[in-house]
T-cell receptor, first 115, second 112 residues
């Protein structure tokens, strides 16, 4: 398995501002993903964070709104830009570790409220 | 496209009752199947998984069997506890390292 931490764990932000969420893993992983969980809903994939190259975004998500970085095999960031109340969600990163790539492990999530 | 369908919740049970949460999937091939659990205020935890037909995943008294003929992966537990109260998500994917496709989740509430 993998131990995943996210920062911040929660935040309350004002409309129009941006928030960067960090995901740190305790071991090198092959794949890292960012998901969104809107209130009372299931998880939706935002993008796959690729090490050393641009992230791969799912339909409905764009780089200008959700820029992602992945500078190495243990760390990634997701920025939620120009926020609106509709961005209020839980944002989770997940990883598929080396040697266990058929399983994904999730971080504890970042609970974002936009006023 | 590929999808996962879970039974509607919430499911409300008394302690020590038998639990079944139904999950069926639509897929063109043979995906790997998972159950994740989300306790109140927390992230997702992997509960169990099965990677091929007839495999049975089990953990913490929960189990689920990969049924290719009925495209199902129902979650069961013989005797639930109050601490099992959570949201349960069924999920699938095809290829190691690719993104998961989730069901909508089923809320379980267990009372003493």
């Amino acid at each position: 398995s993998a131990v995943i931490s996210q920062k911040p764990s929660r935040d309350i932000c004002q409309r129009g501002t941006s928030l960067t969420i960090q995901c740190q893993v305790d071991s090198q992983v092959t794949m890292m993903f960012w998901y969104r969980q809107q209130p009372g809903q299931s998880l939706t994939l935002i993008a796959t964070a690729n090490q050393g190259s641009e992230a791969t975004y799912e339909s409905g998500f764009v780089i200008d709104k959700f820029p992602i970085s992945r500078p190495n095999l243990t760390f990634s960031t997701l920025t939620v830009s120009n926020m609106s109340p509709e961005d209020s969600s839980i944002y989770l990163c997940s990883v598929a570790p080396r040697g266990d790539t058929d399983t994904q492990y999730f971080g504890p999530g970042t609970r974002l409220t936009v006023l | 496209g590929d999808s996962v369908t879970q039974m509607e919740g919430p499911v409300t049970l008394s302690e020590e009752a038998f639990l079944t949460i139904n999950c069926t999937y639509t897929a063109t091939g043979y995906p790997s199947l998972f159950w994740y659990v989300q306790y109140p205020g927390e992230g997702l935890q992997l509960l169990l998984k099965a990677t091929k037909a007839d495999d049975k995943g089990s953990n913490k008294g929960f189990e689920a069997t990969y049924r290719k003929e009925t495209t199902s992966f129902h979650l069961e537990k013989g005797s639930v506890q109050v601490s099992d109260s959570a949201v349960y998500f069924c999920a699938l994917y095809y290829q190691a390292g690719t993104a998961l496709i989730f069901g909508k989740g089923t809320t379980l509430s267990v009372s003493s």
